[in-house]
């Protein structure tokens, strides 16, 4: 299992794992990464499986920075879920240390981009500028990364389309998100871009399309984002209708946000 220097297990099933990989040698083990970091002074936290347990006689790291695991042959590969998490904080530190990080992020990827046009790089030169908040270049990135024909099932596809729409309504530019419905059916399956398209519908006023997509976030089990199929699509919710005038249907929905600090700030101003 190779880990970070930013990262640390917080749960493993040790027994349950000696198993699952001996059952497995050849493909590729994937765990769970829980990134934590600070966005707009509020606490985010976020979940993805990456790949991260395999066999060193049949696979190797690629790239200088953000690396992939590939076969040594170049064959293609199978991959395993694994009951292991770990914490990741190289996206948290102060606003300094994150942009030193990302810059010197950026100076390798560009470098590993001259050698060939990837998509993946795209999506990770696209990212690093987002974080730091230099969002008509994270878009430049998006925007090419997403010329290539991908599969919208793998993750880092997933995680491009989602940050660029976040890019684009940090950047002012909700009503060119709008253009999102058009892969919407693609994107479906996933809770996150569902809460997303909430978030552009409402950054366009649409407020009844809104509240639908928050609400439809809500009735899935899994998301990536904390809170995006529960306290925090509710909470959307509740800001729609409390800006409506709805105080009832706001009343309603900061509830069912439980303990969430900023719904129970909402409810008491309205008490």
């Not at 596809?157 to 002012?172: K, N, R």
């Not at 871009?193 to 519908?201: A, E, H, P, S, T």
């Not at 984002?225 to 959307?236: C, D, E, H, V």
């Amino acid at each position: 299992m190779v880990l970070d220097t930013d990262e640390f297990i917080t749960y493993a099933d040790f027994d349950q794992l000696k198993e699952i990989i001996s059952a497995n040698a050849h493909k590729v083990g994937r765990i769970e990464r829980v990134n934590v970091f600070e966005r707009n002074k509020d606490r985010n936290t976020n979940k993805e499986r990456i790949n991260r347990v395999f066999d060193r006689r049949q696979y190797h790291y690629v790239g200088s920075i953000h690396e992939q695991v590939c076969r040594i042959d170049g064959k293609e590969y199978e991959t395993y879920l694994l009951p292991v998490s770990v914490k990741h904080t190289g996206y948290d530190g102060t606003p300094q240390e994150r942009r030193q990080k990302s810059y010197r992020n950026i100076t390798l990827l560009e470098g590993e981009l001259k050698k060939k046009e990837d998509p993946y790089i795209l999506y990770q030169l696209g990212k690093s500028h987002y974080m730091l908040g230099e969002y008509a270049k994270a878009i430049e990135y998006f925007e090419r990364g997403t010329t290539f024909d991908l599969d919208p099932r793998l993750e880092y596809v997933e995680d491009m389309i989602i940050t660029y729409g976040y890019t684009l309504i940090e950047a002012g530019r909700a009503t060119q998100a709008l253009d999102f419905e058009g892969i919407y059916n693609e994107f479906e399956y996933s809770c996150d871009f569902v809460f997303l398209m909430g978030m552009i519908y409402m950054e366009n006023a649409m407020f009844s399309e809104s509240v639908e997509q928050y609400l439809k976030a809500a009735t899935y089990k899994d998301c990536k984002s904390l809170g995006a199929n529960s306290y925090m699509a509710y909470y959307n919710v509740g800001v729609i209708y409390e800006c409506l005038g709805d105080v009832q249907n706001a009343i309603k929905h900061y509830k069912m946000c439980g303990d969430y600090d900023k719904a129970i700030t909402r409810l008491n101003g309205i008490k």
